[in-house]
């Protein structure tokens, strides 16, 4: 797929299969493509939580972990990424798809 005049390596369902080429314009291109443009400092709070997180552990978290870690809410994280707020945090954060998602 092509983000702003880069080729970025994606799986069959439209999630980066290399998170080391993730960068804020491919998050906000991501973001548009899941209807959540523009991406508000909220949105970016959980995203480079997720991605700190996510780099010191070797483990993408929980939808558990991120509503209870992040300093956003549930009832927020689900306003901010309706209807999977896991699987849209990954896609736009860089990372494969979360396991458990549908």
Same mark, same amino acid.
């Given at each position: 797929?092509?983000?702003? %005049?880069?080729?970025?390596?994606? %799986? ?91």
């Amino acid at each position: 797929m092509l983000i702003k %005049d880069v080729n970025v390596a994606m %799986d069959a369902e439209g999630f980066m299969t290399n998170p080391g080429e993730w960068t804020p314009e491919i998050a906000e291109a991501l973001a548009k493509e899941e209807g959540l443009s523009p991406l508000t400092e909220k949105h970016w709070q959980v995203i480079n939580w997720v991605r700190a997180e996510t780099a010191k552990t070797g483990e993408f978290p929980s939808l558990r972990g991120i509503t209870k870690r992040s300093g956003v809410d549930t009832k927020e994280i689900y306003e901010l990424f309706p209807k999977g707020p896991a699987k849209k945090i990954a896609r736009i954060a860089g990372y494969p798809k979360p396991k458990g998602c549908i």
